[in-house]
T-cell receptor, first 116, second 115 residues
């Protein structure tokens, strides 16, 4: 019973490059959430997606960040033209149902992004 | 506004001691959910417990217990007879009924259990 999978676990990028973070939810889960954890801080909500739909992206920076969860394949968090301030751990979580049900979110191992 | 406060930044205990991690929350909703997650040194986030606002019954799971008190807006976590493997950062989180998918995390408490 595989849990939430994220890859890569560690990603190093130079300023101005693009970062692509992948998340495969747990089997049977169709709701995906992305959170960001800055050093020594708690996690902050970024975006909530269902298959082919963005439900809530209120926590995501307006520029350079985008997320998708296609019909087939993993959810992708994309950061364009990365800056040093983007260095953080990015966690993906999934749940079987979503808004209104308060399902428990199960988290992946995270991707640690370092921007040089 | 919703907020979760974990005032203890770091706690250090000796193995076999009991330790309590505090969590105080703020919300205007009457329906909400509280969670605890553990983040061991390896970095992943491990779900420990979920509690809804209508269930104030305390819970015990092995060496772990949780004390939910609505009167003081607290959801404290106690580890009995701590072990070195309990060393981790522990996060308390809140989600409200209306937007229950959006977890609001506290800043975490780092627990160090020394042999």
């Amino acid at each position: 019973n595989a849990g939430v999978m994220q890859n890569p676990r560690h990603l190093v990028r130079r300023r101005g490059q693009e970062a692509r973070l992948r998340c495969s939810p747990m089997k049977g889960h169709s709701h995906v959430y992305w959170y960001r954890q800055l050093p020594e801080e708690g996690l902050k909500f970024m975006v909530y997606l269902q298959k082919e739909n963005i439900i809530d992206e209120s926590g995501m920076p307006k520029e350079r960040f985008s997320a998708e969860f296609p019909k087939e394949g993993p959810s992708i968090l994309r950061i364009q033209q990365v800056v040093r301030g983007d260095s953080a751990a990015y966690f993906c979580a999934s749940s079987p149902t979503g808004a209104g049900s308060a399902d428990t979110q199960y988290f992946g191992p995270g991707t640690r992004l370092t921007v040089l | 506004a919703q907020k979760v406060t974990q005032a203890q930044t770091e706690i250090s205990v000796v193995e076999k001691e009991d330790v309590t991690l505090d969590c105080v929350y703020e919300t205007r909703d009457t329906t909400y959910y509280l969670f605890w997650y553990k983040q061991p040194p390896s970095g992943e986030l491990v779900f420990l417990i979920r509690r809804n606002s209508f269930d104030e019954q305390n819970e015990i799971s092995g060496r772990y217990s949780w004390n939910f008190q609505k009167s003081t807006s607290s959801f404290n976590f106690t580890i009995t007879a701590s072990q070195v493997v309990d060393s981790a950062v522990y996060f308390c989180a809140l989600s409200e009924g209306g937007s229950s998918y959006k977890l609001i995390f506290g800043s975490g408490t780092r627990l160090l259990v020394r042999p």
